[in-house]
C-alpha cells in the first residue's frame, strides 16, 4: 500500500484488516477473555468488544455520516457477531463517497481519512489482541502497516500526543520488530512484557 492509495481509497486496506482481525477474535478462547492487553484500558473481553464498536463506527461513517450515538464497546464481543457487522460496513463503503466529510471523535474529515484511521486502530488493536492471546501479531503482508505507519507518521506526529489524544507517547521499536509492531508502537505500545 502506498502513502496516495492509503490517503484516496483506504477500503482495500480496511477490507484486509478487518479479515485479519476476524482471524484473530475467531482464535480467543474464553479462558483468554480476562487477560491483560498492551491497551492498558482493556482486558481481551473489552478490547474485543469495542473492536465490534469500531466497526459499526464504519458503517455508520458510510450511512450517516457521523458516529454521533454510536458506542465506545458493544455488548458483543464474539467473531461471528463482528464477521456480519464487517460486512455491512464493507457493503456500506462500497457505495458510500469517500470524499464527502463524516463526523469523528476527533472532528470532521473526509470519509477516506476516516476509514484510514480505522485501518490504523484495526491493525494496532489486532497487535494488541494477538499478543496477549499468543497469537501471531505481524499483519500477513508488510506492505500494508507500513503504508499505515508512513501515513500515521503525518496524520499523528510524536510530538501530538496526551490531553484527549488517546495515544501515549512513541516506543522505540525493537531492533527485531516488524511493521506492525513498529505501528503499534508509533501508538505507545511496548513489547515489553508481552513478546
Known amino acids: 500500500m ?3 492509495a492509503a490517503l484516496t481509497d483506504p477500503r482495500p486496506a480496511y477490507a484486509a484488516a478487518t479479515e485479519w482481525m476476524h482471524s484473530l477474535l475467531a482464535n480467543v478462547t474464553d479462558e483468554q477473555l480476562a487477560l491483560p492487553t498492551p491497551c492498558d484500558e482493556f482486558d481481551v473481553r473489552a478490547l474485543a468488544e469495542h473492536l465490534i464498536a469500531v466497526v459499526m463506527r464504519a458503517e455508520a461513517l458510510a450511512t450517516v455520516a457521523t458516529v454521533d450515538g454510536q458506542p465506545f464497546r ?16 464493507l457493503a456500506a463503503w462500497a457505495e458510500a463517497p469517500l470524499e464527502r466529510e463524516v463526523a469523528v471523535p476527533w472532528g470532521v474529515v473526509p470519509g477516506f481519512a476516516a476509514l484510514g484511521m480505522y485501518v490504523n486502530e484495526t491493525l494496532v488493536h489486532g ?13 500477513p ?23 484527549e489524544v488517546p ?6 521499536p525493537r531492533a527485531e520488530a516488524g511493521p506492525t509492531e513498529r505501528l503499534a508502537n508509533w501508538s ?4 515489553q512484557g508481552w513478546v
Open 188 to 191: 505507545g505500545r511496548s513489547a
Open 167 to 172: 495515544f501515549g507517547p512513541v516506543v522505540e
Open 127 to 139: 497487535w494488541d489482541l494477538a499478543v496477549a492471546t499468543g497469537q501471531d501479531a505481524e499483519f
Open 141 to 163: 503482508e508488510p506492505a500494508l502497516p507500513e503504508g499505515v505507519l508512513a501515513v500515521v507518521k503525518k496524520a499523528l506526529p510524536a510530538d501530538y500526543r496526551g490531553g
Open 74 to 89: 458493544a455488548e458483543e464481543y464474539d467473531a461471528t457477531t463482528y464477521a456480519r457487522i464487517r460486512e455491512r460496513a
Open 2 to 4: 502506498t502513502d496516495t
